[in-house]
């Protein structure tokens, strides 16, 4: 790889003050204290530590995902130093070039001067949960509180784990405090098995890196209903012999009420009936899908003296044999 002399190495391992074997937990860890010690929110109008801020962005981009940092430990850092190109970070009259949050030596490395850097950062920040409802909340909508982690910098030790020489016993030595933060999700009416559902700005990260919180919904089994695709539904009717050979008016459950239907005389086990927009909300409409109505008839186990005698005089008098065809090749 060809890399212009005039741009300067960055020995990223040094600016999260960690070593070059350092695990993927060791790098998050010193990102995180890092980041909330020289965040511009805490360093304010101070130039040179916003600086800092951007290089300690740029070391964990680089060390925390596993291609880039294959590649950046290729480097020939010795005869590169040896060169006389030698890291200087801080520089007060550094270019301002919107386009690039990052260094040249950065860009040049991974070949990114044209993406933007800063959303892939805010990407990187994002927090990704599985949020599992019932069908009667994908039905009706709700709101749910997402707990998610916050890091909230140390105010005894003013986020450097020490104090003079002793480690700071309220962070143990962390520089911050991981707290759980509530996040009410509203979840509207209608969201189906997969959805996505972005909260803004509630992800890691502060200022112009703030990710967001992205919610992806999974619908719980239910007791009665099946869902067959994004809006309609099916359910199982339990009937006896009795009622399918004579007919029967019933009441099925919805998932917002109770609707009256008749099942005909004569149905069959698996017979499937439509009741009309009595399913899910269609996606970006105000239509609903229909509920299915799948009958299963029901042979009883145990019988009374009386319907055993009923029945026997029933097969006596049976004119239908479903077993008419059944030898017939």
């Known amino acids: 790889m060809y890399i212009n002399s005039n741009i300067k190495f960055k020995n990223y391992y040094k600016t999260l003050g960690i070593d070059k074997n350092a695990s993927d937990y060791a790098v998050k860890k010193a990102f995180r204290k890092l980041a909330i010690q020289y965040h511009p929110d805490i360093t304010k109008n101070n130039k040179l530590l916003e600086r800092k801020f951007k290089d300690i962005c740029e070391a964990y981009e680089v060390l925390s995902d596993k291609d880039k940092r294959q590649k950046y430990d290729k480097l020939n850092v010795h005869n590169w130093e040896k060169r006389g190109i030698t890291a200087n970070l801080y520089e007060e009259n550094i270019p301002k070039k919107e386009l690039n949050f990052f260094s040249d030596f950065f860009n040049t490395l991974f070949d990114s001067v044209k993406d933007s850097t800063v959303n892939r950062l805010k990407k990187a920040n994002d927090i990704h949960r599985t949020i ?18 916050k890091d909230e910098k140390c105010k005894q030790c003013k986020g450097e784990g020490k104090i003079e020489e002793n480690t700071c016993n309220k962070c143990k030595g962390q520089g911050f405090f991981t707290e759980l933060e509530p996040i009410p999700a509203k979840i509207p009416k209608g969201v189906s098995e997969g959805t996505k559902l972005y909260i803004k700005s509630k992800g890691l990260g502060n200022g112009n890196l703030k990710g967001h919180l992205i919610l992806t919904i999974k619908i719980k089994k239910h007791k009665m209903f099946e869902v067959l695709n994004e809006h309609d539904i099916l359910c199982e009717l339990p009937i006896t012999i009795t009622e399918a050979v004579l007919g029967l008016d019933v009441e099925i459950p919805t998932l917002s009420s109770y609707v009256k239907m008749k099942i005909p005389p004569g149905t069959q086990s698996e017979q499937t009936f439509r009741i009309k927009e009595k399913g899910l909300l269609k996606a970006n409409s105000n239509f609903y899908g229909d509920l299915f109505v799948k009958t299963k008839i029901i042979v009883p186990k145990l019988i009374s003296d009386k319907e055993r005698e009923l029945y026997k005089e029933l097969s006596t008098i049976e004119t239908t044999n479903p077993r008419e065809n059944f030898y017939k090749i």
């Open 132 to 149: 599992s409802i019932s069908l009667e909340e994908s039905f009706s909508g709700t709101t749910k509180d997402i707990f998610i982690e």
